[in-house]
């Protein structure tokens, strides 16, 4: 059971609420987060496209679809 009987008097108190700083410091974070993730895709994209025109694997370990080979020069 509640101890409290009446809300005669309550008030609301929000954190965070209407335009104050807690709102505008997320909103920068979230679109600053938002900013630098696509900043990392173009380069990650940009790095991969040079890599796979140089006839080079993209990343570490083994070759999946769409890449080339890296098998040492003699076997060719």
Do not use: K
């Not at 173009?42 to 890296?70: D, I, K, L, S």
């Amino acid at each position: 059971m509640s101890p409290i009987e009446t809300y005669d008097g309550a008030s609301v108190v929000f954190t965070f609420g209407g335009f104050s700083v807690g709102v505008w410091v997320c909103f920068v974070l979230a679109v600053a987060l938002f900013v630098g993730f696509l900043v990392r895709v173009v380069q990650h994209e940009n790095r991969a496209y040079a890599a796979m025109a140089a006839h080079e694997p993209v990343e570490a370990g083994p070759p999946v679809e769409a890449e080339p080979a890296t098998w040492p020069r003699e076997w060719r």
